[in-house]
């Protein structure tokens, strides 16, 4: 049973930063892939980066290309996400996410949940 905890979330003024991180367990994550979605209030879940959990390839939604980052450490079993230059529009509940490879970079295509963390941008 594959279990996926965020942690990391808050309240952070605009231009701040902010790192989600996920520990993953109930696995060896060498066949997967793990990403990090978000869903503002009245909007639909929406991707924002993912990881290749074996070669480390990372892939970025065009609206948060080059302001986050997503990484992972093999031995913790823990995924990251660096959030620099946040903005108001930034504010959703992150959640975490991974399924078995390819890649499928959107919710449908997701096969395990973490339960989310909030971030709140202030302007």
């Known amino acids: 049973q594959v279990q996926l905890v965020e942690s990391g979330g808050g309240l952070v003024q605009a231009g701040g930063s902010l790192r989600l991180s996920c520990a993953a367990s109930g696995r060896t994550f060498s066949t997967y892939a793990m990403g990090w979605f978000r869903q503002a209030p009245g909007k639909e879940r929406e991707f924002v980066a993912a990881?290749?959990?074996?070669?480390?390839?990372?892939y970025y939604a065009d609206s948060v290309k080059g302001r986050f980052t997503i990484s992972r450490d093999n031995a913790k079993n823990t995924l990251y996400l660096q959030m620099n230059s946040l903005k108001p529009e930034d504010t959703a509940v992150y959640y975490c996410?991974?399924?078995?490879?390819?890649?499928?970079?959107?919710?449908?295509?997701?096969?395990?949940w973490g339960k989310g963390t909030l971030v709140t941008v202030s302007s």
């Open positions: 996410a991974a399924r078995r490879l390819p890649l499928v970079a959107a919710p449908d295509g997701m096969e395990y």
């Open positions: 990881i290749n959990w074996s070669s480390g390839r990372t």
